[in-house]
């Protein structure tokens, strides 16, 4: 297992169109997180699954964004009607249950023009 | 509401000094802390964890402590190098049952000149 997969690694996408990103977790990984992070601040977190279970949303994650993760595997999350404030990069990470820590992903980084 | 802050911001030192990066929260109340780098425009590469029960964690040149009670951590680089240019974050998870996430400083960007 190489870690935590994130595609497509760059996105340039129109305002108010809907994009998509992928994260593939380490295999034996039952914890996902999604975060979000714009330029010299730090990671904020936006959601958590617990194998398919959604179990946390942060209020960061508006209406026009979703995630999901079907069977527990891969997670996807899309933002619809895109605006340039959702410019930033989309970090995947993925953790065991309990004190193990957090692997995160190299990140998708949207840019809304 | 816990709140990591990170002192200096930015941090710049000739190759072979010993630095000390700082990291404060400001609830007592954390199931861990991690330290982890960024390269500019790349992911999170995990450092050191620190459980809320240990007081240090050492990884070759880098060493972490924790002080619970006085809310701090510090990351100790030994005879540093120009590879170890990057942004140092830390996060905490807080010891709140139910509680997954990560809260992270704003982190410090270091510079180290040949």
């Known amino acids: 297992d190489t870690g935590v997969s994130q595609n497509p690694r760059h996105k340039i996408t129109k305002r108010g169109q809907n994009v998509t990103f992928r994260c593939d977790p380490i295999s034996e990984h039952n914890r996902l997180y999604w975060y979000r992070q714009t330029l010299g601040q730090g990671p904020e977190f936006l959601t958590y699954?617990?194998?398919?279970?959604?179990?946390?949303k942060s209020r960061l994650l508006s209406d026009r964004f979703s995630a999901e993760r079907p069977k527990g595997s891969f997670s996807t999350l899309e933002i619809q009607r895109t605006e340039q404030g959702d410019s930033a990069m989309y970090l995947c990470?993925?953790?065991?249950?309990?004190?193990?820590?957090?692997?995160f992903g190299s990140g998708t980084r949207l840019t809304v023009v | 509401k816990q709140e990591v802050t990170q002192i200096p911001a930015a941090l710049s030192v000739p190759e072979g000094e010993n630095l000390v990066l700082n990291c404060s929260f400001t609830d007592s109340a954390i199931y861990n802390l991690q330290w982890f780098r960024q390269d500019p425009g790349k992911g999170l590469t995990s450092l050191l964890l620190?459980?809320?029960?240990?007081r240090e964690q050492t990884s070759g040149r880098l060493n972490a402590s924790l002080d619970k009670s006085s809310g701090r951590s510090t990351l100790y680089i030994a005879a540093s190098q120009p590879g170890d240019s990057a942004t140092y974050l830390c996060a905490v998870r807080n010891l709140i049952q139910g509680a997954q996430k990560l809260v992270f400083g704003q982190g410090t960007r270091l510079t180290i000149n040949p």
């Open positions: 699954f617990q194998n398919e279970a959604q179990l946390e």
């Open positions: 990470a993925s953790s065991l249950r309990g004190g193990y820590g957090y692997t």
């Open positions: 620190i459980q809320s029960s240990q």
